[in-house]
């Protein structure tokens, strides 16, 4: 079970700590490839693989938060190996996967030692009127929808071949948040840090700090220039910020 979600090996097999990587719409665990090297070998990075991509490609999507998080939960679990503390980081669909499996993960009684969510605003803010559906968008809209998000190759929206693999990902990770729907639950006792871009419309400096209302323990948000990708100009800072919450007893509290 874990072979599906994980890559087999032990990228850090001295590490103090673990941080569980969820991906943004549309990406794999490949988005985290260079995650190690940065960390350093304190903290084993283990990016999340979700069906339907890169090794899972032949695998049906799941189009619920929910459902996804209850499924990787387990694995999870055993993936988290010995007594070694674990943090979750997710970026922007991924943020939200990461809140729904912090949830699952209270449920088992192993909670992270800290959730870090990233480009995504806190899921109990009412979505804006003006919010148009992407999962339902003609695909020229899809593309340049993707496209103004500055997060994909262009290698990869000029290449018709690479962009008819890559459409119903988007179209099922879009589907998978546009269609949640928050569930009224006691805070978080977990520690939570909130980051994103000051240029991101749907999760910046005026919605990022709502996320203090999801957790009864620490709570700290930190907003970097740049738009919804913020975090590929600043992966030296991010990747910081990550490691000391793996590790950190702090988060604890």
């Not at 018709?160 to 949640?180: G, M, N, Q, S």
Request: proline letters at 9%; charged letters at 20%; glycine letters at 8%.
């Amino acid at each position: 079970m874990t072979g599906r979600w994980f890559a087999a090996e032990n990228t850090a097999p001295e590490a103090a700590a673990q941080l569980f990587c969820l991906p943004h719409a549309g990406a794999g665990a490949s988005a985290y490839r260079d995650w190690q090297d940065k960390i350093g070998p304190d903290v084993e990075v283990v990016p999340v693989q979700l069906p339907g991509r890169e090794a899972r490609f032949a695998e049906p999507f799941v189009t619920s938060a929910t459902e996804m998080a209850a499924a990787l939960a387990g694995p999870l679990l055993e993936r988290a190996t010995g007594d070694r503390p674990f943090a979750l980081f997710g970026h922007s669909m991924g943020a939200l996967l990461a809140y729904e499996l912090t949830h699952q993960l209270i449920a088992y009684g192993r909670p992270p030692v800290h959730l870090i969510v990233s480009g995504y605003a806190p899921p109990h803010l009412p979505y804006d009127p003006a919010y148009q559906i992407v999962h339902q968008m003609p695909d020229p809209r899809l593309v340049a929808h993707i496209e103004a998000l500055q997060g994909t190759a262009g290698e990869v929206l000029d290449h018709p071949e690479l962009l008819e693999l890559l459409l119903p990902v988007i179209r099922a990770d879009y589907e998978l948040c546009e269609t949640y729907r928050f569930e009224d639950r006691p805070p978080l006792p977990v520690a939570l840090t909130a980051l994103g871009g000051a240029d991101d419309p749907e999760a910046g400096e005026k919605t990022l700090p709502a996320w203090r209302e999801l957790t009864a323990a620490s709570f700290t948000v930190d907003i970097f220039p740049g738009g919804h990708f913020y975090l590929h100009a600043h992966l030296d800072e991010v990747t910081g910020i990550a490691r000391e919450a793996a590790l950190s007893e702090r988060s604890r509290t």
